[in-house]
Structures are given as C-alpha cells and as structure tokens.
C-alpha cells in the first residue's frame, strides 16, 4: 500500500484539563515538511493563556508534591503505557510533523519517549532524602519540588525531548507548563489527550501550542515559573536567561553544538574501515543531521585521509533520501522549508568561503523523488572539505545533513582542532587505541565523549554541554536535583 499523509487535525491547549483554544482566537497552520500538506491548526497562545495554565498549575501544585512518590510513579507509568498502546499513531504524527523517516520515529523517538516515562517513574522510587552525620550533629537533606516548571522543547525530536523533560518534574513533584515548538505541535497534543485519560489530576500538567517569542517569552517570564528547562538554540538560550533572571528562576539551558567526530589512522585499517564509516555516517547524518549531537565536523588523521574520505563519501551517497513514509528511507524532509533555505544558504556561504563539495550541496532534484513528496523540504547528505578550521561552517551550526571534513597532523592538532569553537556539547573519537581514547577524551571540553559510537545511552547519566552549549545536565539523579530545593533539617547531637 502507498503511503498515505495524515489528515488535518485540530490542536488544542490544554489547561486545567480541559482542551481549550486560544484566547484570542488565533491558529498557527502546521505543515508536512515532506509533502506540504497542512496537518493541524494549532493554537497561537498569548500571555493570557500561559497566565490561566500557571495559575491552574500553581493550584495543583501543593496536592500533587504531597502525594507519595508511588502515586506520582504509577502515573508516570500508566501515561508510558497509553502511548505505548497507540505507538504507531504516535510514530506517524511525529514522521508528518517533522519529515523524519517513520521508521526513526518508530525504532527511536517514541520509545525514547516511553522509556522516559519509565524511567523517572523508577528514578524517584529510588531517590529519596540523604543522611550525614558527625561528631556534632545529624542532617537530613529533603529534595523538596520547586513548584511550576516550564518546559520548552524544540522541534527536531519533539517527544522524545518533551517527555525528556516533564517526565523528571512530574517524577520530583512539580507540575508542569510545557510548550512545544510550534513547528512540531502534533505528538505533545496526542500526549497531552493521553494524560487525561490516564488520570493526572487538572493542572498538574498543562501543555500549550503557539510561538517561541510570543507565548515562549511570556511563560520564561512569568513570576510564578519557578523554573525553566530549555532545549534548543544558544541564541533563544540567551534570551531565555536574560528573561529569567530578575526572578532568579532556576534555568537548565541544552543549546547548540559543533561536535567534532575525530578519526584517527587506527580506525581506518582495511579491518576498521566500514564500521568506522558507518558509524560516523550515522553520527552525521541521523534525523537529517538534526540531533544537536550529530557530528558536523569530522576531523581525519592525515595518513588516513585517502583511505577514509572516498569510503565516507561512497556510503553516504547510498542514503536513500525519500518519502519519510517509505519504511526503507534513510534521508528524510527537513523540518521545514524555511529551515531549509538556512540550511542551503550556510553551505553556499561555506562554497564561496572556498569549501569543496564532496556530495550533496544543493536541494534534492524534485524528478529525483516519489511523487508524494516532490514538493517537500529534501536536502542531500552534504560533506564539504578544505576549509580552515576558523571558517564559518567550522564554528556555526548548521543543524542539517551538512558535515565538514578536516585533516589533522597529530593526536594535539586534532584536540586543539576538536575544542576550538564556543560549543562544547559532545564528540566522537574513532581509534582502536583504548588508551589514546581514554587520553583524548580526557581533555576535550565537551559534557559527553562517545567512543567508537554514537548516542548510546544510559538514562542514568548526566548529558548536556559547556560554554554555548548550555547550562546544568539532563538525566539521570542531575535532572531529578534540578526540578527540586534541598532542604536540610539539622540535629544537634546530645540537644
Ligand atoms: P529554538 O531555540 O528556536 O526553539 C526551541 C524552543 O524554544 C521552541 O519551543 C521555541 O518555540 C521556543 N522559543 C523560541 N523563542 C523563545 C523565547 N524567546 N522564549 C521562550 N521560548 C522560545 O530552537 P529550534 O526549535 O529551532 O531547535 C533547534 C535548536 O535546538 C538547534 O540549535 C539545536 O542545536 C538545539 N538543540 C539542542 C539540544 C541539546 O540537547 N543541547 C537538543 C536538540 C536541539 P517555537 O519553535 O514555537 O518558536
């Protein structure tokens, strides 16, 4: 059977429990990145809606942190379930949204989502207050929830990031203000019909749909928000600072990244070659390159630069790039036509700054597409080579199919190549050496150091980024401690 587009869709807010438009009246029209297609009409929300859902989500606050954490946890889990239940829906609402291939959505981002779900429903089962004593005195240090937390979440792996965060606030006792990116409405809306039915209390929960600078700015501003977690670009991260600041709302920033994928010799013998290639392949070009962790810059021993680029440039014209529908697809749409342009427009300026390309480099041949998706978002696996490291497409994010390719002389070049940019979010290091991992990883500025793979995780431990790659850590312990104040009830020995 062809694949079929969704139908059009009408989203709403939801506060208090209940599903409600926006206040004023206003749609944002959601497209199908892949075909054009109009797939919802979200609500364009203002101050005044973010307003009734922090005041519902500061009501439901004081019942919600008093429950026991089991209470909270079944929740969590129950919610897990619904959207395991209707899975494939899920998939395909977040393929359509974002141009992704179904299967990706289908094998990655909605079980991620669930897994999410699980896995601080479990993690607040095993947290708990912390004892210290000595000579003098006993303390108990009690994890007390903050209250309303805004949770902000981009466009490139909405539920998966969405669930990222609201699924440790909701876990700490918090409860929730959440907006997706306007962009990628669809899947947190499903997500949010999901929590009714599972039963969450009105209020402990609230998820609105409308722009960034609009009902975005007014929820980071909003004084009763005693919160903020962030993903998304540094500058929006900037802003959001700036806004938080005067009320000193605690703020977990994940930003941006130009995250080097250093190869060294030993990683490219005959033997090491194709699993070398298809790792970094992966690491590039995953979700269209549209992971803040994709490897964008991908650094090569000298010695090894004749064996590795051709082997790289051969598999990544064997990306099928199509309708994000077809289960078989490597390379599906860019999230929109407008990111598109930006996308194009930093590999021309990298050509002009005297990049070679090496494939890709301009959008997709219509002809070359299923019909369906002839008039969509399409834009090759691109690798450009011979520009410096100080070049624009270096040191810029691009947030697309796009990596660079740069050759390194020696194990401290490709360090010094490896940290020379403002991020500082993650990295790859390919080598058969277990020791030169070790060393390298040792000193490069970045908050996780893959080796010899990409994205394998264990949601118990921290990921985020330095320098402009954000503030604070996700996952695991770190996230629970953010959406919580320690509160420590001191004894007086003998007293
Ligand atoms: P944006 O920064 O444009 O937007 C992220 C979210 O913030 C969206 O929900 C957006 O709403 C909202 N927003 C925009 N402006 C404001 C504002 N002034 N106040 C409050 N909220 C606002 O990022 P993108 O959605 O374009 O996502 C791509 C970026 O995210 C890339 O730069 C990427 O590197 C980064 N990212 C980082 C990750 C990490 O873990 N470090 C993970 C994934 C992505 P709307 O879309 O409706 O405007």
Same mark, same amino acid.
């Given at each position: 059977?062809?694949?079929?587009?969704?139908?059009?869709?009408?989203?709403?807010?939801?506060?208090?429990?209940?599903?409600?438009?926006?206040?004023?009246?206003?749609?944002?029209?959601?497209?199908?990145?892949?075909?054009?297609?109009?797939?919802?009409?979200?609500?364009?929300?203002?101050?005044?809606?973010?307003?009734?859902?922090?005041?519902?989500?500061?009501?439901?606050?004081?019942?919600?942190?008093?429950?026991?954490?089991?209470?909270?946890?079944?929740?969590?889990?129950?919610?897990?379930?619904?959207?395991?239940?209707?899975?494939?829906?899920?998939?395909?609402?977040?393929?359509?949204?974002?141009?992704?291939?179904?299967?990706?959505?289908?094998?990655?981002?909605?079980?991620?989502?669930?897994?999410?779900?699980?896995?601080?429903?479990?993690?607040?089962?095993?947290?708990?207050?912390?004892?210290?004593?000595?000579?003098?005195?006993?303390?108990?240090?009690?994890?007390?929830?903050?209250?309303?937390?805004?949770?902000?979440?981009?466009?490139?792996?909405?539920?998966?990031?969405?669930?990222?965060?609201? %699924?440790?606030?909701?876990? +700490?006792?918090?409860?929730? @203000? #959440?907006? *997706?990116? &306007?962009? $990628?409405?669809?899947?947190?809306?499903?997500?949010?019909?999901?929590?009714?039915?599972?039963?969450?209390?009105?209020?402990?929960?609230?998820?609105?749909?409308?722009?960034?600078?609009?009902?975005?700015?007014?929820?980071?501003?909003?004084?009763?928000?005693?919160?903020?977690?962030?993903?998304?670009?540094?500058?929006?991260?900037?802003?959001?600072?700036?806004?938080?600041?005067?009320?000193?709302?605690?703020?977990?920033?994940?930003?941006?990244?130009?995250?080097?994928?250093?190869?060294?010799?030993?990683?490219?013998?005959?033997?090491?070659?194709?699993?070398?290639?298809?790792?970094?392949?992966?690491?590039?070009?995953?979700?269209?390159?549209?992971?803040?962790?994709?490897?964008?810059?991908?650094?090569?021993?000298?010695?090894?630069?004749?064996?590795?680029?051709? %082997?790289?440039?051969?598999? +990544?014209?064997?990306?099928? @790039? #199509?309708? *994000?529908? &077809?289960? $078989?697809?490597?390379?599906?749409?860019?999230?929109?036509?407008?990111?598109?342009?930006?996308?194009?427009?930093?590999?021309?300026?990298?050509?002009?700054?005297?990049?070679?390309?090496?494939?890709?480099?301009?959008?997709?041949?219509?002809?070359?597409?299923?019909?369906?998706?002839?008039?969509?978002?399409?834009?090759?696996?691109?690798?450009?080579?011979?520009?410096?490291?100080?070049?624009?497409?270096?040191?810029?994010?691009?947030?697309?199919?796009?990596?660079?390719?740069?050759?390194?002389?020696?194990?401290?070049?490709?360090?010094?190549?490896?940290?020379?940019?403002?991020?500082?979010?993650?990295?790859?290091?390919?080598?058969?050496?277990?020791?030169?991992?070790?060393?390298?990883?040792?000193?490069?500025?970045?908050?996780?150091?893959?080796?010899?793979?990409?994205?394998?995780?264990?949601?118990?431990?921290?990921?985020?980024?330095?320098?402009?790659?954000?503030?604070?850590?996700?996952?695991?312990?770190?996230?629970?401690?953010?959406?919580?104040?320690?509160?420590?009830?001191?004894?007086?020995?003998?007293?």
């Amino acid at each position: 059977m062809p694949p079929t587009s969704l139908p059009a869709r009408v989203i709403a807010n939801l506060i208090d429990g209940r599903f409600t438009p926006a206040r004023g009246g206003a749609t944002i029209s959601v497209y199908d990145p892949a075909t054009g297609a109009l797939i919802a009409t979200a609500p364009d929300s203002t101050a005044s809606d973010i307003d009734a859902a922090v005041e519902s989500a500061t009501n439901a606050f004081p019942a919600w942190r008093t429950l026991p954490a089991s209470a909270r946890a079944l929740k969590l889990r129950l919610l897990a379930d619904l959207v395991e239940r209707d899975i494939d829906a899920f998939a395909l609402a977040e393929s359509s949204d974002t141009g992704k291939p179904i299967a990706l959505a289908r094998t990655i981002d909605i079980p991620r989502a669930i897994a999410n779900l699980r896995f601080f429903a479990d993690a607040i089962l095993e947290d708990g207050a912390e004892a210290f004593e000595n000579a003098q005195s006993s303390s108990i240090i009690h994890h007390r929830a903050l209250g309303v937390a805004a949770c902000i979440s981009p466009w490139n792996l909405p539920l998966y990031l969405f669930t990222w965060k609201i %699924a440790p606030a909701l876990a +700490t006792g918090c409860t929730v @203000v #959440g907006k *997706p990116s &306007e962009v $990628t409405p669809l899947t947190a809306w499903m997500l949010a019909e999901r929590t009714v039915e599972a039963g969450f209390p009105p209020g402990v929960i609230n998820i609105l749909h409308g722009r960034g600078p609009l009902a975005g700015a007014a929820l980071v501003s909003h004084p009763r928000v005693a919160c903020i977690t962030f993903t998304g670009g540094t500058a929006t991260g900037e802003s959001i600072a700036r806004a938080a600041a005067p009320t000193f709302k605690r703020t977990a920033l994940e930003l941006g990244g130009k995250n080097p994928a250093i190869v060294f010799a030993d990683a490219a013998t005959p033997a090491q070659l194709q699993a070398t290639v298809d790792g970094v392949v992966r690491a590039a070009f995953t979700n269209q390159g549209q992971v803040c962790h994709c490897a964008s810059r991908i650094l090569v021993a000298r010695e090894a630069w004749d064996a590795f680029v051709p %082997a790289l440039v051969e598999r +990544t014209l064997r990306l099928r @790039v #199509g309708d *994000p529908l &077809e289960p $078989t697809t490597d390379i599906g749409a860019l999230v929109s036509g407008q990111h598109l342009l930006k996308v194009a427009a930093a590999v021309d300026g990298a050509v002009r700054d005297g990049g070679r390309l090496l494939c890709g480099g301009a959008r997709s041949d219509a002809s070359t597409l299923p019909e369906r998706v002839r008039s969509g978002a399409f834009y090759p696996p691109t690798l450009i080579e011979g520009l410096p490291p100080a070049a624009r497409a270096n040191q810029e994010e691009i947030f697309g199919p796009v990596a660079t390719l740069i050759p390194f002389e020696s194990e401290a070049d490709a360090i010094g190549i490896a940290n020379g940019t403002r991020f500082g979010l993650s990295a790859t290091v390919w080598t058969s050496d277990e020791t030169r991992a070790a060393r390298v990883a040792s000193v490069l500025d970045c908050g996780t150091v893959w080796i010899n793979s990409w994205m394998v995780r264990d949601l118990r431990v921290p990921i985020g980024g330095m320098h402009a790659s954000g503030l604070g850590r996700e996952g695991g312990r770190e996230a629970l401690r953010f959406f919580a104040e320690p509160v420590v009830v001191v004894r007086a020995k003998g007293k």
